[in-house]
Structure formats: structure tokens, C-alpha cells
């Protein structure tokens, strides 16, 4: 039987110097974990209009299933402005669909059958996505991997926020930078990289902390272990979604039975191939 994984938040176009891309942290995950053989659902929600049309149509294309409730607000777009290494920055629109995403019966039928979950701060920059969150996560089983990809931008979050979402997840996932600001806000700035992430994780009593440092390599610390991998070097076109791509590889993987070494060596494998691509969401091919 196939695990079912969630990717629950924000799904939007990435409006790029090319043209828009379908994206949003959660669908993207959702995308990758379905490249590997899970059942893979994208949770959201879309406006009543031409841009929710053509998420509906790409999504049917890309063969990722969906549960995207239309609302009153129009669908999400972020403006991305690439850096001359392909290094994006977002202005995101707000009061937009995915910020109102309602906790509907079918909503709460996945949690209740949900072996994975991913998800983050931005969608709960609302109090209706929020508690839509909250109310997904508190109905998951047990075994449920809880991933909180805390995917901090602009000025969306607190630390209450990261506090509550860490006492409610058992996996995080964070980038160096995200890294650097919790720790300032927890007091922890004077710490070793290591040593910052061993605290989160034992105060949090995490399964898992995965740390990606972009070109620096990526990490996964678990109690009594550490996997630490290079990043590959490639022609890079832009990073937009690499990180989610690696989380749903790495998610998938696990689930799949591999080994914490095995599901992160096949998540950089991937995010590195994410690289060399425009926009998140595209297939790769396994080398055989």
C-alpha cells in the first residue's frame, strides 16, 4: 500500500523574468514525493478565477493529485527576482486564497489516514490557514512524520509561531540563513552550526533536523547520528523550489524503507537537478 503525503499550504505562481511557474513550498514537495511512488496529495486552496483554472489544469497534467478548495480570494501570485547566481528573492501578494484554505471534512479525512505531512510558516501568516494546519496536524496518527519546512520570508512569522510549530512537528526542516535568525531569537548565536541544531533538536525532541547550506553542502541530524553531504556542482538556471524538492525526496525515500544516508544522498541528487531547471516542479530520470 502506498504511503499518503501531504504537502498542506500555499500554492501560487511564481511569476519569473520568463513567465510564471506553478509553485508554493508544500505543492512542490507534494510533487517529488509523488515521483517516487507515494500517494501524494497538494492541500491549498485557489481563487474563482482564471489563475485557479490553470493551476487545476497543470496539476492534472503533472499528475499530482489535489484538494484545493475555491475561495472568495483571488488566486496567489509572488514576484521572483533572480540574482545573477539564479538566487531568488519573493514579494508576496497577501490576503490571497491559499491564506484562507478552510478545514473541510475531506481535509480532515487525510490527516486521520496521513503517514507524512509537510509544512510551513508562510501559509499560517492568516488565522484561517493556521488553524486549518493546526487542525490537520492534531488529527494525524502517531507515526505521522510531522515535517515543518519553517521557510521564513519577509516578515511572515514570529517566534511564537516557529515555537508552536516546533512543539507540534517531529521533523524540521531549515536553511542556514533560517538557521542564523531562530537561533539569534533563541539566544543560541555564539553556537557551533552542529551544536545549534543538536539544541533545537533535543529541546524540541525532534526525530529529525535537515539543514540544507546551499552550495556549503546539508545535513541531517538525527539523535546519535549526522549525515553530512556536498553539494553537487551545476549550471545553475535558478533555485526556486530546490529545497522543497530535496524535502520531498528525502520524505519519500524514508517512507520507502532507506536509510537516513540513502534518502539524503538521493535528495541532493535531486535539488541539484532542480537546479539546473527554470520553475520547481519537473521529472527526472534516475540514472540506471
Known sequence: MKQLIVGLGE???????????????????????????A?????????????????????????????????????????????????????????????????????????????????????????????????????????????FDINLRQQFYTKELIHDNLLACNVLKINDEELDIVAEMYGYSDLSVEDKCRRLLEEYQLKMLVLTCGV????????????????????VADTVGAGDSFTG??????????TIQEAHQLAVKVSAFICTQKGAMHKYYEEK
Request: with cysteine; hydrophobic share 35%.
Open 11 to 37: 500554492i501560487l505562481w511564481d511569476c519569473l523574468p520568463e513567465g510564471k511557474k506553478l509553485g508554493g513550498a508544500p505543492a512542490n514537495f507534494a510533487f517529488h514525493a509523488r515521483l517516487l511512488g
Open 39 to 147: 500517494d501524494s496529495v497538494a492541500i491549498s486552496a485557489i481563487g474563482k478565477d482564471t489563475l485557479g483554472d490553470e493551476i487545476l489544469r497543470e496539476l492534472d497534467e503533472k499528475g499530482l493529485k489535489y484538494l484545493l478548495p475555491r475561495v472568495e480570494q483571488e488566486t496567489g501570485t509572488v514576484q521572483v527576482t533572480l540574482d545573477s547566481e539564479g538566487i531568488p528573492t519573493y514579494e508576496i501578494k497577501t490576503g490571497v486564497a491559499w491564506d484562507n484554505i478552510p478545514f473541510l471534512p475531506e481535509i480532515e479525512q487525510l490527516a486521520e489516514k496521513c503517514d507524512c505531512v509537510c509544512y510551513g510558516s508562510l501559509a499560517q501568516r492568516n488565522d484561517v490557514s493556521r488553524n486549518t494546519i493546526k487542525e490537520f496536524l492534531k488529527r494525524t496518527p502517531q507515526k505521522c512524520l510531522k515535517i
Open 216 to 235: 556549503n553542502g546539508s545535513y541531517v541530524f538525527a539523535p546519535g547520528q549526522k549525515s553530512f553531504m556536498e553539494t553537487p556542482k551545476v549550471e
Open 249 to 258: 525526496t528525502f520524505a519519500a525515500s524514508l517512507l520507502a524503507g532507506q
